[in-house]
């Protein structure tokens, strides 16, 4: 039989972490703020990135936000600072854009389960995801432009993941996307009532938690790697990145041996 895996939890000021059978949930905690980006957020935020760098225990991870919200993006109070003092406003949208890389480049699957109003930096967080859950209340958009701003790391990651003329449509016209509309566009992966999306996105997150972790980070790495690259180097870039895995790995001969064998494989045997 499996062994369940000890829950563990951690507070913090703005957010909460905790960690159960190897799925890692984040729940931006300040719903009076519409869960908005401060000082306080950005520093809890890299605290718990540094935790999952390096976290063995982990799998998969959830974002999501308590209340109506799921991140609104800049503090109000932040952004009177930096449209003050522009050099401060360059150090805030780095910083941002840095944790949204971090996210994207964990080494393993990432789903953002989506609540509530999303927009502009919590929008861009949820890009940094693999996936997006959303409730079918909910509404998402970019809508920078609305208020003659410009997305500081949305705007390739979006025409990506839902190609230029969808893209060019979502940041240019500044419209909310509810839930369904966001799947149909290709933004999210599927639509669910609100009082579902926790239990949907962590029953989506179990489908992925027992496959070995190192296979599907290669495959996200080759992902990640491979945007942009021309068939031909894309799949040198694969051929290399199976050799490097099989030779370091012991999951492939492990699943073979199994599946001769008749039984379950090592790693889903001790999930």
Not at 191 to 213: C, F, I
């Amino acid at each position: 039989m499996p062994t369940q895996r000890k829950k563990q939890i951690m507070a913090y000021e703005t957010l909460s972490y905790e960690t159960h059978d190897k799925i890692a949930l984040v729940t931006f905690s300040k719903p009076e703020r519409l869960n908005s980006i401060d000082e306080k957020r950005f520093s809890e935020l890299e605290s718990i990135l540094a935790v999952l760098e390096t976290s063995d225990d982990v799998s998969a991870l959830i974002i999501t936000g308590n209340g109506d919200s799921f991140c609104v993006g800049l503090d109000l109070d932040l952004l009177d600072r930096a449209f003050n003092d522009l050099d401060y406003f360059d150090q805030v949208v780095a910083r941002l854009a840095k944790i949204v890389e971090r996210i994207e480049t964990l080494p393993f699957p990432t789903i953002s389960a989506n609540n509530g109003f999303t927009r502009a930096g919590g929008f861009e967080i949820s890009l940094g995801c693999d996936f997006m859950i959303i409730a079918d209340e909910a509404k998402v958009g970019d809508v920078h432009t609305d208020s003659g701003v410009l997305p500081a790391t949305a705007t390739l990651r979006l025409k990506r993941r839902i190609g230029e003329q969808r893209a060019k449509e979502v940041l240019w016209t500044a419209r909310w996307y509810k839930g369904q509309e966001a799947v149909d566009i290709g933004l999210a992966l599927k639509s669910v009532p609100r009082a579902q999306l926790l239990s949907e996105a962590k029953a989506y997150a179990a489908t992925l938690t027992d496959k070995p972790r190192p296979a599907l980070a290669a495959i996200k790495k080759v992902l990640r790697e491979g945007d942009g690259l021309s068939v031909s180097d894309g799949v040198k870039l694969e051929l290399a990145t199976f050799s490097k895995y099989m030779r370091n790995e012991p999951f492939g001969r492990e699943g073979y041996m199994a599946f001769k064998e008749k039984r379950i494989p090592n790693w889903k045997a001790s999930a």
